[in-house]
């Protein structure tokens, strides 16, 4: 897989976790003495995706240098129940100081990694794509769409901010679909142009427009099947479909041989349970 970049407010993210956890200072930690050893192992419980080793790095860098950590399973790869993910050593109140805040960022990021995983080879063969949404968990979007991407999917927008998705409300307020995607393109630039559909009609309308790609919303497969025909006979520009609403896992695999471009799946970011790790620590004699 290729290195997929960082996010770059990654350091922001670590340092605010810190500062919620410790705070002025970690007062169970005192009572090791300052200048104890330790080693720790951090193990997996269940099989998962490892994903967020740059922020468990970090939180350690952050609050004591001097604590090393080698790692025994790469970034976005597959792990199994009771397989031992890295190695720590060093200062013993630093490790137990930054155990909970590294932990948290390592296992919360390996779930939305994993849960994107499962999805992806749930549609494996096909050209359909697994995308993520904005459904994300408060400050941790950049980090939780790193985490999709890992996971072999692919973001859609990351904000309000880097493209347009017109939806009810919007045509509403413009009058109709096609005003809505015309005062659109005004503002886009060249950032991506969506409109969200519920039936096929207002897909012809939307069709007629000048967007880059149409969410069926809550389409049955019936309905799906249609719309992709009509978007594939259309003349012009090849336009993109993205279907959303219903999706499970035990739903996504026919949705995807409907011939969809993507599917959106806001859970992969939003029903989050965190993949169950923990630390073994021992202190040195």
Not at 159 to 178: M, P, Q, R, T
Not at 272 to 284: G, K, N, P
Request: one cysteine or more.
């Amino acid at each position: 897989m290729s290195p997929i970049p960082l996010p770059p407010d990654l350091e922001k993210q670590v340092a605010r976790a810190i500062a919620e956890d410790v705070g002025n200072g970690d007062l169970t930690a005192s009572l090791i003495p300052a200048d104890k050893k330790a080693r720790a192992t951090v193990i997996s419980r269940e099989p998962a995706v490892l994903c967020g080793r740059a922020w468990f790095d970090d939180v350690f860098r952050q609050l004591d240098p001097h604590v090393t950590v080698v790692w025994l399973a790469g970034e976005g790869a597959k792990v199994v129940a009771d397989q031992t993910l890295c190695k720590l050593a060093g200062p013993a109140r630093s490790i137990l100081t930054g155990e909970r805040t590294a932990l948290n960022f390592l296992q919360t990021l390996s779930a939305t990694a994993t849960l994107t995983r499962q999805h992806v080879d749930a549609i494996a063969g096909t050209s359909t794509r697994v995308l993520d949404t904005r459904k994300t968990i408060p400050g941790l979007r950049l980090a939780q769409k790193y985490a999709v991407r890992c996971g072999g999917g692919v973001n859609h927008r990351i904000g309000l901010f880097d493209a347009v998705l017109v939806k009810e409300n919007h045509i509403a307020s413009a009058g109709s679909i096609a005003a809505a995607v015309a005062q659109a393109r005004k503002v886009a630039g060249k950032a991506v142009v969506e409109v969200e559909v519920e039936n096929l009609d207002e897909l012809q309308q939307a069709l007629a427009t000048d967007i880059d790609r149409v969410l069926l919303d809550n389409f049955s497969l019936e309905l799906l099947r249609e719309a992709v025909a009509l978007t594939h006979a259309r003349v012009g520009r090849r336009i993109e479909l993205e279907a959303s609403g219903n999706v499970s896992l035990q739903t996504i695999r026919s949705i995807a041989e409907t011939g969809v471009d993507y599917i959106s799946v806001g859970g992969l970011t939003k029903h989050v349970q965190a993949v169950d790790l923990s630390m073994r620590f021992s202190l040195e004699a």
